[in-house]
């Protein structure tokens, strides 16, 4: 569990306080003892957890322990759920799950806080980010909390069930089309284009040709978040020049439906910057912050993308002008977070992570402010010789 560092304020969001230990082993006592208790954690097939007035696990059930490779549940005595199962927003909570600033937008944490405040069941929708085998892992839960008096003790069970698939599924086919729109918006300009003017026939033909392979790659994208979900999709780093790899990057991008009126810059680079990197899920993870950078923008804008030779390594930066309000931003990784100011942006962030992450074994963050808009960037590792 963090503590929070001098000046820093012990929450930002739910109550910081947590059980004496030996009023969490009495209660977690009560809990065995219990008929109800004990028919509720061996009847329901998804995960449930009983938890105290300050969010603390007491008992949980089996499908809770096999999930987190348990044999038994002494080690989530006294954890919260975010704690438990290694939520990436652990790092920003000063007292743990529940405390950070992204703690506002949890739907476990405000379910848990509303029945509290109502004593009456409350429903929500938890995306969670969560950290498994040093590896980032996106699922999704619907939340309903139900208060439960025992004895003395008023206790809450909170029943999360995985509806993961589902949103995939979901999310997966509204990108898909989302982004197919986007390249058939492209390819339909060009032949416009192609139309209208009889010279330059072999530039416009040449953007037709790059389109339409665009189309095959936003099938084969999809091929590839399936295998890295599942943890088999396999790396092929090879040595890169910077200054060829984003002009490539960026004659891609020509025609693209998201350009409408905006300007795409890079900085110029010396030839001999280069890198070792898995070529085709690089130019995706910097696809995709392109383009929401992109649609992030007003007529007008110019989004730019950098690249320098850190000590730590490569790193990447694109920057746009636009603003991410912070209870935007505190969402702007889980997988099926989107808003209809960004369609498609919540899968295009967490594919940046997924593949940045878990298999270019970077890390991908951004920074957002008012006066200096918004930069996301990808930081590589300096060796990334070795597959991921």
Request: glycine residues 8%; contains cysteine.
């Amino acid at each position: 569990m963090n503590e929070p560092q001098a000046g820093q304020p012990a929450t930002y969001f739910a109550p910081p306080e947590r059980s004496e230990p030996a009023e969490l082993a009495r209660l977690a006592e009560t809990c065995v003892n219990n008929a109800i208790i004990e028919v509720v954690l061996e009847s329901l097939d998804s995960h449930v957890l009983v938890l105290d007035a300050r969010r603390q696990i007491l008992a949980a059930n089996p499908v809770v322990l096999k999930d987190l490779e348990l044999l038994e549940g002494e080690p989530l005595l006294g954890a919260r759920p975010g704690e438990a199962f290694g939520c990436v927003n652990l790092a920003e909570a000063p007292s743990g799950c529940g405390t950070s600033e992204a703690c506002r937008n949890c739907g476990l944490v405000l379910a848990v806080l509303a029945s509290q405040a109502t004593h009456a069941p409350a429903e929500g929708e938890c995306l969670l980010s969560m950290r498994r085998h040093q590896e980032l892992e996106g699922r999704e839960y619907h939340v309903r909390v139900t208060p439960i008096r025992i004895e003395e003790d008023l206790l809450q069970v909170a029943v999360l069930r995985d509806v993961s698939d589902t949103k995939r599924r979901e999310v997966l086919e509204s990108t898909f089309l989302h982004d197919l729109n986007n390249v058939l918006q492209g390819l339909n300009n060009w032949t416009e284009v192609l139309q209208a003017s009889p010279g330059g026939l072999s530039r416009v033909a040449q953007q037709i040709v790059t389109l339409s392979s665009w189309i095959t790659q936003e099938v084969a994208l999809h091929r590839v978040i399936v295998q890295a979900e599942q943890g088999n999709l396999v790396t092929h780093p090879e040595p890169l020049k910077a200054n060829p790899f984003l002009e490539g990057l960026l004659l891609a991008l020509e025609g693209h439906g998201a350009l409408n009126g905006k300007a795409l810059a890079v900085d110029p680079l010396p030839p001999e910057d280069g890198f070792i990197c898995d070529p085709a899920l690089l130019r995706r993870v910097l696809t995709n912050m392109l383009v929401n950078a992109l649609e992030a923008s007003t007529v007008g804008a110019t989004v730019r993308i950098t690249f320098s030779q850190e000590k730590a390594g490569p790193r990447f930066q694109v920057h746009n002008p636009g603003w991410i309000v912070p209870e935007v931003g505190n969402s702007i990784f889980h997988r099926s977070f989107s808003t209809k100011a960004a369609k498609g942006r919540g899968l295009g962030t967490y594919i940046m992570k997924l593949l940045g992450e878990n298999y270019l074994r970077g890390a991908v963050n951004f920074r957002s402010s008012e006066g200096e808009g918004t930069c996301f960037w990808i930081q590589l590792p300096r060796d990334a010789s070795e597959p991921g």
